[in-house]
């Protein structure tokens, strides 16, 4: 994708409080990635270059990666995982799989592998503990699959126990409401790609107006386009940080851009301290 249309690489810095989180633990590092989208054309090779050279000039303790690598032919995973090895940090990488990544049959079986032959840990309805018990790394199946059972793992947990969630779609975090969760990580809306200055995702703002419409309404007005529903339903949600319930989340704007483009929505490497 051409840098016009996309915009330079933004880093940003977060610091997220933990309540209960160890004293040794104050400071941990977390860099996010995510939606490379690697198919030779939605993510250039110096936006990639730039974003391993972002991740590990932060120096950060664990690197997380949440999801939508490829766009549909799985077989850039390949060529992609060569470069995502040289992601550094103290504990290692982990990921999470994203809808592309499960686009065909095969995908799944395809993407996985090519991590594991990095060292990249994909994480599915599983928990690491990069830090040690006092702090587990749940990677949530993808929402959109017949794998999406956070019940399998949240249910492992103690209630008392603070935990870091992976989970591709910001939309995930209405359900894991059932449990705590003390820092979601997400992507998936790419930030919603057009941002009006003042007022936030120009998607945001229009879906308000389509939901004020009764849905009796909408079909007869054949301007009011709802297919947007169908890639996230909480558009207010579409980059940032958020508090859901008593539960936090955060949602990277992602490396990958599709057309039009990017508007005052760059793609973003994140950098997260917890304190």
């Known amino acids: 994708m051409h840098w016009l249309l996309t915009g330079p690489l933004t880093v940003e810095k977060i610091t997220v409080r933990i309540p209960d989180l160890p004293a040794f633990l104050k400071g ?39 999801g939508d690598y490829v766009t549909d032919n799985p077989s850039p995973i390949n060529k992609l995982v060569l470069q995502l090895k040289y992601l550094q940090s103290r504990y290692g990488t982990y990921a999470v799989l994203g809808n592309h990544d499960i686009h065909y049959a095969h995908s799944k079986a395809e993407i996985t592998s090519a991590f594991s032959r990095v060292g990249i840990e994909v994480l599915e309805n599983s928990i690491a503990y990069p830090f040690g018990k006092e702090l587990p790394l749940v990677g949530i199946g993808e929402y959109w699959s017949p794998y999406f059972h956070p019940e399998l793992v949240m249910n492992q947990l103690d209630a008392a126990q603070p935990r870091i969630v992976l989970s591709h779609n910001p939309d995930t975090a209405d359900i894991l409401q059932k449990w705590r969760v003390d820092l979601q990580l997400s992507g998936h809306t790419h930030g919603g790609h057009i941002v009006i200055p003042g007022i936030g995702p120009a998607i945001a703002a229009y879906s308000n107006i389509v939901r004020s419409v009764p849905k009796r309404m909408r079909r007869r007005m054949p301007l009011v386009k709802t297919e947007f529903f169908n890639v996230v339903r909480n558009w207010q949600w579409a980059k940032g940080f958020h508090r859901v319930g008593s539960n936090q989340l955060y949602i990277n704007r992602g490396l990958g851009t599709y057309l039009p483009g990017r508007l005052f929505c760059n793609p973003e490497v994140t950098v997260i301290t917890l304190e």
């Open 28 to 66: 941990i590092r977390i860099v996010q990635m995510t939606d490379f989208h690697y198919d030779g054309l939605r993510l250039s090779q110096k936006m990639l270059e730039k974003a391993i050279i972002a991740s590990n000039e932060a120096e950060p303790d664990i690197v997380v990666l949440t």
